[in-house]
């Protein structure tokens, strides 16, 4: 079975400073992906970031990267220069690959509130 | 442009009563899936589909029931809701990974906030 583990139930950062997002992930699979959504107050669900399982280098998206470290199952989102806007939930994901040739649907943690203050 | 849509927004049910939560997406999207949300607890997946006429079970399926019947459409019936049912509901799809090829995000709907009293 897979999951996922979000430590931080809420988070504080001030304006324009950077913030990390914990994600500890656990599975047996060799093939994964893992995924960051973002939740805003207004309850939809935003994709902001993928890393692959054999992605070599950690993934960016503008303001967001992924700091991928595989052999401690860790897939910490990092905003960089945060704004007001960036204050929503955000939740850390995983599909699997099966043999079949198919994936699993995503797996979920269970978020990181994260307020960003003036 | 629509992506997935998701009716109703919001309902109230009464205990006992029975509902179709309504999902649709016009990409051609093989997967299909429906996840519920509570507070502390993250996205749980209630019930999925791989395609037309295949449909499967998740985390915490009983309660509901789904079919999918057409690419488009993954109508999600709660056949006798209760309480323990009140929680924001979401419906996702996505394409189907291309051999080991992962990188297929989820598209959500908007979300249906079911209060159950």
């Known amino acids: 079975a897979q999951k996922i583990t979000q430590t931080q139930p809420g988070m504080f950062v001030q304006e324009k400073e950077a913030v990390t997002l914990d994600c500890t992930y656990d599975?047996?699979?060799?093939?994964?992906?893992l995924f960051w959504y973002k939740q805003p107050s207004s309850g939809e669900m935003i994709f902001l970031i993928y890393q692959g399982s054999y992605d070599e280098q950690n993934a960016t998206e503008g303001r967001y990267s992924l700091n991928f470290q595989k052999a401690r199952k860790s897939a910490n989102l990092v905003i960089s220069a945060s704004q007001l806007g960036d204050s929503a939930m955000y939740f850390c994901?995983?599909?699997?690959?099966?043999?079949?040739?198919?994936?699993?649907?995503?797996?979920f943690g269970s978020g990181t509130q994260l307020t960003v203050l003036p | 442009n629509a992506g997935v849509t998701q009716t109703p927004k919001f309902q109230v049910l009464k205990t006992g009563q029975s509902m179709t939560l309504q999902c649709a997406q016009d990409m051609n999207h093989e997967y299909m899936s429906w996840y519920r949300q509570d507070p502390g607890m993250g996205l749980r997946l209630i019930h999925y589909?791989?395609?037309?006429?295949?449909?499967d079970q998740g985390e915490v399926p009983n309660g509901y029931n789904v079919s999918r019947s057409t690419t488009e459409d993954f109508p999600l019936r709660l056949l006798s809701a209760a309480p323990s049912q009140t929680s924001v509901y979401f419906c996702?799809?996505?394409?189907?990974?291309?051999?080991?090829?992962?990188?297929?995000?989820?598209?959500f709907g908007q979300g249906t906030r079911l209060t159950v009293v």
């Open positions: 994901a995983m599909r699997v690959w099966i043999s079949s040739g198919s994936a699993r649907q995503l797996t």
């Open positions: 599975t047996s699979d060799q093939s994964y992906g």
């Open positions: 589909s791989v395609g037309a006429g295949i449909t």
């Open positions: 996702a799809s996505s394409y189907s990974p291309a051999g080991a090829n992962l990188n297929t995000e989820a598209f």
